[in-house]
């Protein structure tokens, strides 16, 4: 392992890092993924005896943090390991038979080394039982600040409100090198304003795309962003999503589906960036229009706000559709506020 501060050290394997805190106290932080579990024993075992060794933290149980846990263990089953209630739980299904445990409570301090060792939630960072660790002026991340991991803005944002109240002067990220004092200042202004309403729409025939123009127009004050689904590439089109206000979707039926461009769209969307995101839907058929109430259904089971029922149209728009969809659009406008 390599000495990277007084007292801790680090062990990379895979583009991971674990590392161990070495005092009085013997503390492991995190792991690698199971396939360098003898590489990662052996580089333990030559700077702190397995025996010698207290706890273990597991930051976020995702295999390649706790994939060597079970070699750990084997070393030496007296370890405790120490994780969040849903960190408790998920390592309880990755490691066959029991192991000690110690609840590692939001907020919670002990005191190691002489030290404070202290446990902060992050949900979503990138499992729901992701902590950080602080002990002394080092902060373990795990997979936050890893350069690599992509989270949801919204979680994001509470993580780093909770990160801020922590004293810290050095983050050890569970990937990538550690960042000095002012290292993730770039990641703390992160924020993305929120306030384009989004309208995507699918259309082969031109009643879609005129419904989109009549909603763009209704919507008040209300800053919009307009794409026909045949002009953007999806990962753009997804990125928009996931950072929009509002989502309004246009969607025509085609040979009984919604167009399969929009449902790698909305596929390459982000969950948790999107629950409870306000979405209005509406769109031109012939008949079922199968497509928009597919794509309804799918948005509800993702949590979407859907608004109301679609407002479906009957091939092309009559000047009654038009003053209803109006009507439909200013009230959605109305709803988001
Ligand atoms: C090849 C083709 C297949 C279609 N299949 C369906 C269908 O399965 N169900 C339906 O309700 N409408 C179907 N329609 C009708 C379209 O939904 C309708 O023409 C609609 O107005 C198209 O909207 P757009 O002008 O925005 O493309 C189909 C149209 C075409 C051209």
Not at 60 to 68: A, L, V, Y
Request: proline share 3%; net charge negative.
């Amino acid at each position: 392992m390599e000495k990277i501060f007084e007292g801790i050290y680090r062990f990379t394997a895979g583009g991971d890092n674990a590392y161990l805190i070495k005092g009085e106290t013997n503390v492991l932080i995190d792991g690698v993924r199971e396939e360098y579990a003898e590489e990662y024993i052996s580089a333990v075992a030559k700077t702190a005896p397995f025996s010698d060794i207290k706890y273990i933290v597991i930051n976020h149980s995702e295999p390649n943090r706790s994939g060597t846990l079970r070699a750990v263990l084997r070393e030496n089953p007296d370890i405790t390991v120490i994780a969040s209630t849903a960190g408790l739980k998920f390592l309880s299904d990755l490691i066959d038979g029991g192991f000690h445990s110690m609840l590692a409570k939001d907020g919670m301090e002990m005191e190691i080394n002489g030290g404070k060792m202290k446990f902060t939630y992050v949900p979503y960072m990138n499992w729901p039982d992701s902590m950080v660790t602080l002990y002394k002026n080092a902060l373990f991340t795990c997979d936050l600040f890893d350069g690599e991991s992509e989270f949801s803005e919204k979680y994001i944002d509470a993580a780093v409100e909770e990160i801020k109240k922590l004293d810290y002067k050095h983050i050890l990220p569970g990937s990538g090198d550690f960042f000095g004092e002012h290292g993730p200042t770039a990641v703390f202004s992160v924020k993305n304003k929120r306030d384009t309403a989004l309208i995507l729409y699918s259309s082969v025939y031109g009643t879609t795309r005129e419904m989109a123009e009549i909603v763009e127009k209704s919507l008040g004050g209300i800053k919009t962003e307009m794409y026909d689904i045949a002009d953007i590439d999806e990962i753009t089109a997804a990125e928009k999503i996931n950072k929009c206000r509002a989502l309004i979707l246009g969607v025509n039926t085609i040979n009984g589906d919604a167009p399969k461009k929009l449902w790698s769209i909305i596929g390459r969307t982000d969950k948790q960036s999107n629950k409870g995101k306000p979405c209005m839907m509406f769109g031109s058929r012939g008949w079922g229009g199968e497509g928009l109430y597919y794509i309804e259904h799918h948005l509800k089971m993702l949590r979407y706000g859907v608004y109301k029922k679609p407002f479906a149209a009957s091939l092309r728009l009559k000047d009654a559709d038009r003053a209803a969809l109006k009507k439909f659009a200013a009230e959605f406008a109305e709803h988001i506020g």
